[in-house]
């Protein structure tokens, strides 16, 4: 026995007890399955001593010794607290495939013991042998409460995600989960865990099919659309889904909310506005969807009515107080509270600036007490002093940041970068960006900003250099596609080349309005007005962003219609009337609004 000891001891520790702690959250999904009666302890005044030599042996260190005997003891007298024993020695020991061991013995000792059951499971899971987890699975899963089956289901998909074969985990559900597909009650749930499971192990056109056959099943349930969430952006049929569950009178203000966030993450403000305000015209009361309408509100360039959402919100949170956190929120209330306060407080900072109100904006930043947010602030305060004029104050703010860590120094450096790209400084920007990439070796989104920058200085070979050595580290970086295809579009170079890249960004990351604004443009260059119409109209419509509105006015100035053009265009000024793409294009055109 002393070699087992020795052995377990000598390994180095890892991270099985955390593992096993993670798959504890079966334990809670399995909350109300049946407990199990403890039994009157049959010891006997043998194994009174054979337990105490064990706890001896675990005592000198000898743990594989003191595992042996307790194991022995529970297999002959067939007690759950001894085999509950032996699987706390060999975790305390570091040894999971002890620990499984005992926990078979258990089970096989008692077969209905559903602590047992649950201890291999977790095992099983933490040791990551997803292929020996069948049996267990079905077993709990026929055992479980009927009331209490659906949100076991539900569960499986995150219990079985850390597995190192996705598509072994799908087809164990898909086996696993066929008898409760046939089910009423349990019908939506497995094919919503089918779905999000295949969707893990890269199959999303699978993804797509169940959550189409769930949300036939029960149009009501919110769960096929939170899976076509998550299938957004790369499946574009996926938002059909969505919508189509949010038509419904009762649909749950989560789920309308967390559209929002993905198509904020695509870049539609426009119709994640809609969505939002759906949310606060029903549901006053609720805090959180103000914050997001005054950030969407901003991102459109409209501060006026973003001041008004962030005012409404930080009025709730005060009248509220910590029950004013998004429910879900992973930290404790108060601090969810503040973390929104502060963030109301830079949004509002940065609404006073877009109305030239520089005190105003000063005075926000100078309420917010947040070591976390300090570069943020710093940021705002430097851009500040800059549109005052004292440049050379603005960057001593972001010069005496600290950087303890490199990551510190890397968010300073970037704190500075969009600081002079705030203020098109491009030669500065382009220069700071060189020493950049020079200390933080291949970062492919130093690399993109440096190109960025290099297209400013009209330095286009560098730009195409640059990014291609974006593409070569991370060929799914679909800016650098699409920045390369624009650039190459906006020149009249190689226009089928330019087109090939952006529909390959579009692929990426479908949807995405610049996208489709620049595939609009290249479709424009190769002389198909029409379609370059229908493109910038669909950008357009997701995200009325200035540039976007300067192609589509001057495809509909090309087309003769030339009021909607000058309609389009005067929007768009009166947003930003200092762009300089709209600026040049009313220019080389010869336009009077």
């Known amino acids: 026995m002393a070699g087992l000891a020795s052995r377990w001891f000598r390994r180095p520790p890892h991270a099985l007890l955390r593992r096993v702690a993670v798959a504890a959250v079966l334990g809670a999904t399995c909350a109300a399955h049946a407990q199990e009666v403890p039994q009157p302890s049959t010891m006997d005044a043998q194994l009174l001593y054979q337990v105490l030599v064990a706890e001896m042996e675990l005592r000198s260190g000898r743990a594989g010794d003191a595992y042996q005997i307790i194991l022995d003891a529970a297999r002959r007298t067939r007690d759950e607290g001894l085999f509950r024993r032996s699987v706390e020695i060999a975790l305390q020991a570091r040894a999971g495939d002890q620990a499984l061991q005992a926990t078979r013995a258990w089970r096989q000792a008692q077969p209905q013991s559903g602590e047992a059951l649950r201890f291999e499971l977790q095992l099983l899971l933490a040791l990551h042998r997803g292929n020996e987890v069948a049996e267990p699975l079905r077993t709990l899963l026929e055992r479980s409460p009927e009331a209490e089956r659906p949100a076991l289901i539900g569960a499986l998909p995150r219990l079985l995600q850390r597995q190192d074969e996705p598509r072994q985990t799908a087809q164990l559900l898909e086996a696993l989960l066929k008898p409760y597909v046939a089910r009423p009650d349990t019908r939506t749930v497995s094919r919503v865990a089918q779905g999000s499971a295949w969707l893990s ?32 952006p790369r499946q574009v049929a996926a938002d059909e889904l969505v919508r189509r569950y949010l038509e419904q009178p009762n649909a749950e203000p989560a789920v309308r909310l967390a559209y929002a966030r993905t198509l904020s993450n695509m870049q539609r403000y426009g119709d994640a506005v809609q969505q939002v305000e759906q949310v606060t015209q029903s549901r006053p009361e609720l805090a959180p969807p103000w914050l997001m309408l005054g950030a969407l509100r901003l991102e459109l360039r409209e501060p006026a009515r ?30 969810a509270r503040q973390r929104g306060i502060t963030q109301a407080q830079l949004l509002l900072a940065q609404a006073a600036e877009q109305r030239g109100d520089m005190a105003q904006a000063e005075r926000w930043l100078a309420g917010i007490d947040d070591p976390q947010r300090l570069v943020e602030v710093q940021a705002r305060r430097a851009l500040l002093l800059a549109h005052q004029g ?3 104050e603005g960057r001593a703010l972001l010069h005496a940041l600290p950087e303890r860590t490199e990551e510190e120094a890397r968010t300073k450096l970037m704190a500075e970068v969009q600081w002079l790209r705030e203020l098109k400084r491009w030669p500065e920007t382009y220069k700071l960006l060189a020493r950049a990439n020079e200390r933080f070796s291949a970062d492919s989104d130093l690399l993109y900003e440096q190109a960025m920058a290099a297209e400013k ?3 286009l070979d560098e730009m195409e250099k640059l990014l291609r050595q974006v593409i070569a580290l991370k060929p799914d970086h679909q800016h650098a596609y699409n920045a390369l295809g624009y650039s190459l579009a906006e020149r009249g170079q190689r226009l089928n080349e330019a087109r090939e890249l952006i529909v390959k960004a579009l692929e990426m990351a479908p949807g995405d309005p610049f996208i489709i604004d620049s595939l609009g443009w290249v479709e424009f260059r190769l002389g198909r007005n029409e379609e370059a119409l229908r493109l ?7 995200r009325p962003d200035i540039e976007i509105a300067a192609h589509l006015g001057e495809v509909l100035w090309t087309l003769g219609r030339r009021d909607e053009a000058r309609r389009v265009w005067r929007e768009a000024r009166g947003r930003d009337g200092a762009n300089e793409l709209l600026r040049s294009t009313l220019a080389r055109l010869k336009v009077d609004l």
């Open 457 to 459: 200085l009209d330095r």
């Open 390 to 392: 004292r440049v050379d």
């Open 306 to 335: 973003a001041e008004a959402a962030l005012q409404s919100y930080l009025k709730l949170v005060r009248e509220q107080g910590a029950s004013a956190s998004e429910e879900g929120e992973a930290e404790p209330p108060d601090e």
């Open 536 to 542: 910038l109209q669909q950008a357009y419509a997701a």
């Open 201 to 232: 192990a890269g199959d999303a056109q699978r993804a797509l099919e169940l959550a189409r056959q769930a949300a036939a099943d029960d149009p009501a349930s919110p769960a096929p659309a939170l899976l076509a969430l998550d299938l957004l």
